[in-house]
């Protein structure tokens, strides 16, 4: 049975995007094909074939295109980005498939088209993972080795990454039509944007809120789970609300509210404690591209915009809690300054983030040996406890016991380097059950040694 392709992307106008196929590759190989994600979308795994997954095919069906989108990158505007590496294939059961790493495009600029091995393993197992942990997330189809090398801060085995999403319509494709004032394109793309995401919406407002309620209750959902993104320019911050480009992203493991990973994040615009602040600007640049469909006056589009942009605070904070709560086993009773006053004992005693949450479920001393000086941890524990019957059930459920950890990540970018993906699938496998105990997995849990740690991400480019 061939691939079931519905291309509603390649009927909007032209402006939307440029056609271009896949450049082929060498030599590829399989690495992974996620048979479980091409089932549930109506697709015989067996169609994927590595010749479609390499690019070297395009499959009955497909109409490959790069998709147009500008952004905020670090705070600076650039008109003209789009899909410089990524071909979208098409869409099946709604859902977009893109190659990532897939060849030159027009919007390729002076990169070249490809990805390394590492990034597509990354995103592989990262993205998985945030699937496992039930944080609204793009997936991962396939990856293959290309059998070309790729050359970055060295000569590097290169990568394609096959990502299923709900669209990959982002705060920068709204941007990019705003820029050109081409109110017809944005006006087109407002439509089919609500047509595919918020079929019961009709508006650019309701389109606005909608956005920002999703975003605000993802970056919460993230923050519960000591998840940095590491690059929120508004090209990689999707409409639908799904986390989307998992660059320079990472999960804390020591817990400090300013941490940041990317290495070209010097400023730590992205760090930990940032998000929600960088969430509010993107959603910010949102609303001003879409001002000229909320008002044909402009005073009085700035107004519905602020009103709008003003409900961000209140539902991030509400999420926040929310999250926070049941990670402490109080379902909407718990007092902020119980979670604040936690949080603060972790970053000064530097615990780690995971490894506190899961423990407070299970005998105090486990606990206890997170912490350097025990005696304040023994009386907010007094005070949790005195707080109401805890869920512990609950708290099982939030508090995951398998984070994709950075340093093993790095392991399995090393062997992989070296053609070894047992460290891939094993971590793989683990991660698909990020809240279940595992016998022989123990390892997996563990906080890096010293020696272990990685200090820094690089983006995937
Ligand atoms: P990202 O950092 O992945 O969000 O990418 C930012 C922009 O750079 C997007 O327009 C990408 O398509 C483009 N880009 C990143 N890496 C490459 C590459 N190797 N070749 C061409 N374009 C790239
Ligand atoms: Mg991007």
Redesign the pocket.
Known sequence: MPIPFQNTYARLPGTFFEKVDPTPVRAPQLIALNSQLASQMGIDPAELTLEILSGNEVPTGAEPLAMA?S?H?FGGF?PQ??????ILLGEVAGKDIQLK?SG??P?????????ALGPVLREYLVSEAMAALGVPTTRALAAVLSGEN?VREEIEPGGIFTRVASSHLRIGTVQYFAARQDHESLEALVNYTLARHYPESKTALELLENVIARQASLIAHWMSLGFIHG?M?T??MSLSGETI?Y?PCAFMDRFDPAKKFSYIDQNGRYAYHNQASIGRWNLTRLAEALLPLLHENTDTAVEIAKGALDKFGPLFENSYQQRFSNKLGLPGRCEPALIESLLILMAEQQTDFTLVFRHLSGPEENLLTQFKDPEPVKAWLSKWRGSGDIDIDLMQRSNPIFIPRNHRIEEVIVAGKKNDFEPFHQLHAILQKPFTEQAGAEAFEQTPEPDQIVPATF???
């Open positions: 989108y952004g990158q650039s980005l789009g899909d410089g590496r990524a790493g030159l495009t919007f390729s600029r002076r990169g070249d088209g490809r990805s790729v690059v320019n090209d990689n480009d660059g983006c995937g480019t």
